[in-house]
Each structure stands twice: as structure tokens, then as C-alpha cells.
């Protein structure tokens, strides 16, 4: 019997939200996100898995069976977890998705699973590895450019270093990218490589591929339709990973 797509679908588990919702007369709280992120993981080949916050203490088996991982954006990332104090205008703390996502992260390094880390992703990430970020970028960066609110993405240039892996994976120099942010790293994290900037100096990628594969963005490659390249190379390292875990398991 031939075998589907779904057959050799690698399973990408993506973060989300736990925020109050209205539907009809249901007035809860609920695990959210934006279809776009699970349309960036399916249309590239993969299948997702929704990730809501929960005990930390089920991180590494709820990323057991996966083959990949998708951190998405959100909330500001708590500066107490990086040491810093609180900026007037950082988000109030989200204690239950920073604990997942921070033990999610560090069981996908454990295991050696491909993680794409979007927007306060790569925040979380770099936080993860010890480094800090810039609590308010029209401050510290005297621009308003990567987010100019009311819901709608600001599109900035980056600037591609031709000498890391992420140069493979977008092949080019330079790209146009969807930002809503206002906060950026400080200082890299423990084995992180700056792999893209803009303008100003502010870091917009990085990758580590140490151990496994980690990516990850400032920008939301999830909102350009008309681009999966980020999304391809997870769902490619991804099938990749399970392939080796198949022959490890034999």
C-alpha cells in the first residue's frame, strides 16, 4: 500500500496563547493563535500541533513524540528571567508561558529537535542561553519602525551574514520582513550567532546548530504568504531528525 503525506509529515508542535475569548455566549479562556502560524507549518509539509501553556513539568513528554517545534510570538518575555528591571512599558509578566515555553525549549535541546524560534521566540530563546534584551526599542534605539501598532506589520529591511547557515537557507543578502516588536537582544546568549541586522545594528536572526537545530527571527515569517523559506528548512530538518530517531531506534 502506497503511503500518504501524512505518513512521513513530520509533527511540529507550535506554542500558543492562553487568553480570554468570546464565541457566541462562552466568554473563556482558550488556547489562541493566529492561523498563520499553523498555515506556515502545513503548507511547508508538516502537521501541527498546538502547544498551550501548561505544567512545565509536562515539557519533555509533550515533546517526546514531536519532530519539531515552533516557538511563536507573543507577550514580552519577563526581564526578572534576564535580570533586569522592569521597564515602565514591558508587558505585564506572563509566568505560565515563559515557565512552558522556557521548558519546552530546553527539552527540544535535550533531544536535539529542530526549533523555529519567531519574534519573542527568539527572545525566549536568547534569554534561554543567558543573554538580554532591550526593554524598549524607541528608547534605546530612538525608532518606532518595528512597530507602528493598531494590529498592522511594519515591513523593514534586514541584512543576511553571508557566512552562518541561515545565508543557505534565505539565499540572499538581504530581505524584506514583516516586524511588530519593541523589544530586540542585547547581548547573544551562550552559543547563538548573529545571522542577520538591520539598519541600526539590532539583531534580527539568529542560529545555533550545536546541538540540533535552532533558528530564529525577529520578524514574522508567518505573515508572508508568499514565503515559507523559514518554514521549509524546519519541516526539512525535521523530517530529517525523525528519519535519524527511526534508525536510532532499530
Avoid at 20 to 39: I, K, M
Avoid at 193 to 217: C, E, K, P, R
Wanted: hydrophobic content about 40%; charged content about 20%.
Amino acid at each position: 500500500m502506497a503511503s500518504s503525506a501524512s505518513d512521513t509529515a513530520p509533527l511540529i508542535g507550535v506554542t500558543t496563547y492562553l487568553e480570554r475569548a468570546q464565541q457566541g455566549v462562552w466568554d473563556v479562556r482558550a488556547a489562541f493563535l493566529p492561523e498563520q502560524y499553523l498555515t506556515g507549518v502545513t503548507s511547508s509539509g508538516g502537521i501541527a500541533l498546538l502547544l498551550p501553556p501548561q505544567d512545565p513539568d509536562a515539557a519533555d513528554a509533550a515533546i517526546a513524540g514531536l519532530d519539531g517545534l515552533v516557538l511563536s510570538g507573543g507577550a514580552d518575555v519577563a526581564p526578572e528571567l534576564y535580570g533586569a528591571d522592569r521597564h515602565p512599558l514591558t508587558d505585564p509578566a506572563r509566568v505560565d508561558r515563559d515557565a512552558w515555553e522556557l521548558a519546552l525549549f530546553r527539552a527540544a535541546e535535550r533531544r536535539g529537535i529542530p526549533v523555529l524560534a519567531i519574534c519573542r521566540g527568539l527572545q525566549l530563546v536568547n534569554v534561554a542561553r543567558g543573554g538580554t534584551l532591550q526593554q524598549h526599542l524607541p528608547e534605546s534605539l530612538g525608532t518606532e519602525k518595528y512597530r507602528i501598532g493598531g494590529g498592522v506589520f511594519a515591513e523593514n529591511d534586514v541584512d543576511v551574514s553571508t557566512d552562518t547557515p541561515f545565508a543557505q537557507i534565505i539565499g540572499e543578502t538581504g530581505m524584506r520582513v514583516h516586524s511588530y516588536h519593541h523589544q530586540g537582544v542585547d547581548r547573544l546568549g551562550d552559543g547563538l550567532v548573529a545571522a542577520a541586522h538591520s539598519d541600526d545594528g539590532l539583531v534580527q536572526a539568529v542560529v545555533d546548530t550545536s546541538s540540533g537545530h535552532v533558528v530564529g527571527v525577529q520578524w514574522h515569517p508567518e505573515e508572508n504568504a508568499e514565503d515559507r523559506r523559514l518554514f521549509a528548512d524546519l519541516i526539512a530538518q525535521s523530517r530529517a531528525f525523525a528519519a535519524r530517531r527511526k534508525e536510532d531506534a532499530r
